[in-house]
């Protein structure tokens, strides 16, 4: 009887602790700089839409390539391991140190490496957004010790103990032959939108690169790209845990587009640390948009052919303007219903798509989740407050997660995501932000499930630490 006692004196403790961080969360929502400071100090479960290059910060990739002492363009800024030319507008970094001119280089890197100061009128906000990947991908590409241990000491300091980040595209030999035979092929069936011809295709051109022995790429990026790198780094500890996603590139002809997705599906499939599939690029691209339907079959064929395998897909990354309004009504309808995603990233057209609220209602029933990603969606698509559809998903009980997506490039973090949440979007109460922590964690693709438990209670114990401690803030009294 007493320890029954006990559980229940526990249990009104724990409730009238989360009641009274509920009423101080409503009594701070108007004040951003409050707001900053509680869910800077809020745990925060997962980030589960997370771009590895682009959620370092610029400085990182910029002090890399400054040690290296590689070239400069004065001009351009583009940065370069050996001159390209004799042109004189190429200096060394190491030559810009001793002329004093280093810093000065560097901050103009970092502004064009990042959104820093950006103007909002000297280029198209998403065109700004997409350019910096390859600016700054000679740096990226080599730093990924020091980048995921950047990545993981932030995030701990945030409170953020889980990351699924999109690590890289996994590449292999070019497949020019093959390319030529099918691609004019996979043309056909798409004008026609023959589905079983299409699959037949797929099938055909499997078998094609099964004779080129492709899979020793994904055994290579499983084994030395992945496992030996976080397994060295020490990754993975009682505070944080880290697993990867990797991709295909939409913005390739058919042929490497299937041959990256094969790719990336086999090494999730041998890798418990490879935990899913996406497909990335801007999504509004000449090629992306034309063969969107194709990617759909593609990834509807390697579903059948790994069906353990999750993936989450960019879909819906486009708003009114940004392309035709029949572009809008159809893309996340067939990442759900055709290709079978599990996840949605950003899923931001949804209120354009035909029968949405069916659509809705789909997604809730099979428990797929919305990765909302509110500064990059205000950023790169200049959707935002009541134009976001983050409150359609709310009311049909589709299961949302926030994200911080790129970062780095965006001059941002997770706690930022959570205040614009709660400062612009009132109908999110504590039980429901509460809510989307958990679904970080439960709608991961952590694969092992010893690892989830320990994150879900992580998680719990982390929130009665976090409610006593807001609890007990002194306040002023009215």
């Known amino acids: 009887m007493r320890k029954y006692l006990t559980l229940l004196f526990v249990l009104f403790l724990f409730q009238a602790?989360?009641?009274?961080?509920?009423?101080?969360?409503?009594?701070?929502?108007?004040?951003?700089?409050?707001?900053?400071?509680?869910?800077?100090?809020?745990?925060?479960?997962g980030d589960l839409h997370h771009h590895y290059s682009g959620s370092v910060y610029a400085e990182t990739f910029i002090d890399y390539v400054v040690k290296k002492d590689y070239f400069v363009h004065s001009e351009t800024l583009e940065v370069s391991e050996k001159k390209r030319s004799d042109d004189h507008s190429w200096a060394k970094f190491s030559s810009l140190e001793k002329d004093g001119k280093l810093a000065e280089y560097?901050?103009?890197?970092?502004?064009?490496?990042?959104?820093?100061?950006?103007?909002?009128?000297?280029?198209?906000?998403?065109?700004?957004?997409?350019?910096?990947?390859?600016?700054?991908?000679?740096?990226?590409?080599?730093?990924?010790d020091s980048g995921l241990l950047e990545l993981k000491n932030r995030a701990i300091k945030e409170h953020v103990s889980y990351i699924e980040t999109m690590l890289a595209s996994i590449k292999c030999d070019r497949i020019d032959d093959l390319s030529l035979q099918f691609d004019p092929k996979f043309q056909a069936v798409l004008l026609q939108k023959d589905e079983r011809n299409c699959q037949a295709l797929l099938d055909?051109?499997?078998?094609?690169?099964?004779?080129?022995?492709?899979?020793s790429c994904s055994d290579n990026f499983s084994k030395n790209i992945v496992s030996k790198l976080h397994n060295s780094m020490h990754i993975d500890d009682d505070s944080f845990i880290m697993r990867y996603q990797t991709y295909t590139v939409r913005t390739f002809e058919a042929s490497e587009v299937f041959k990256r997705l094969l790719l990336a599906f086999d090494a999730a499939s041998k890798n418990p640390l490879i935990v899913g599939v996406n497909i990335l690029s801007p999504e509004n691209n000449e090629i992306a948009?034309?063969?969107?339907?194709?990617?759909?079959?593609?990834?509807?064929?390697?579903?059948?052919?790994?069906?353990?395998?999750?993936?989450?897909?960019?879909?819906?990354?486009?708003?009114?303007?940004?392309?035709?309004?029949?572009?809008?009504?159809?893309?996340?309808?067939?990442?759900?219903?055709?290709?079978?995603?599990y996840r949605i990233g950003h899923?931001?057209?949804?209120?354009?798509?035909?029968?949405?609220?069916?659509?809705?209602?789909?997604?809730?029933?099979?428990?797929?989740?919305?990765?909302?990603?509110?500064f990059s969606n205000e950023f790169i698509l200049k959707v935002k407050n009541g134009l976001h559809p983050i409150t359609l998903y709310k009311e049909f009980n589709v299961p949302i997660v926030i994200s911080s997506d790129d970062a780095g490039?965006?001059?941002t973090n997770l706690t930022d995501q959570y205040v614009l949440l709660a400062n612009r979007y009132p109908e999110f109460t504590y039980a429901d932000i509460k809510k989307i922590i958990y679904n970080s964690i439960n709608y991961s693709f952590i694969k092992e499930a010893s690892v989830k438990e320990r994150l879900l209670?992580?998680?719990?114990?982390?929130?009665?630490?976090?409610?006593?401690?807001?609890?007990?803030?002194?306040?002023?009294r009215k």
């Not at 976090?466 to 002194?474: A, D, G, H, S």
């Open 289 to 341: 948009m034309r063969d969107y339907w194709l990617h759909m079959q593609m990834f509807k064929y390697c579903k059948n052919k790994y069906p353990t395998v999750k993936f989450a897909m960019h879909a819906g990354e486009l708003t009114l303007g940004l392309v035709k309004p029949e572009e809008l009504t159809w893309h996340i309808n067939s990442a759900v219903r055709d290709a079978g995603a």
């Open 17 to 45: 602790h989360a009641q009274s961080v509920s009423n101080y969360l409503e009594e701070i929502r108007n004040n951003p700089a409050k707001l900053t400071a509680f869910f800077s100090q809020m745990p925060k479960g």
């Open 409 to 411: 490039v965006l001059r």
């Open 106 to 144: 560097k901050f103009r890197i970092l502004q064009k490496w990042s959104v820093k100061d950006y103007d909002h009128m000297s280029t198209p906000s998403d065109k700004k957004f997409f350019e910096t990947f390859s600016n700054f991908d000679i740096a990226s590409k080599e730093n990924i």
């Open 204 to 215: 055909t051109l499997y078998a094609q690169l099964m004779l080129k022995n492709i899979f």
């Open 347 to 374: 899923g931001v057209d949804i209120p354009y798509e035909a029968n949405s609220y069916n659509l809705l209602n789909y997604m809730n029933e099979k428990g797929i989740a919305i990765e909302t990603n509110l």
């Open 457 to 476: 209670a992580k998680l719990n114990r982390d929130f009665i630490a976090f409610e006593k401690l807001i609890t007990n803030i002194p306040r002023k």
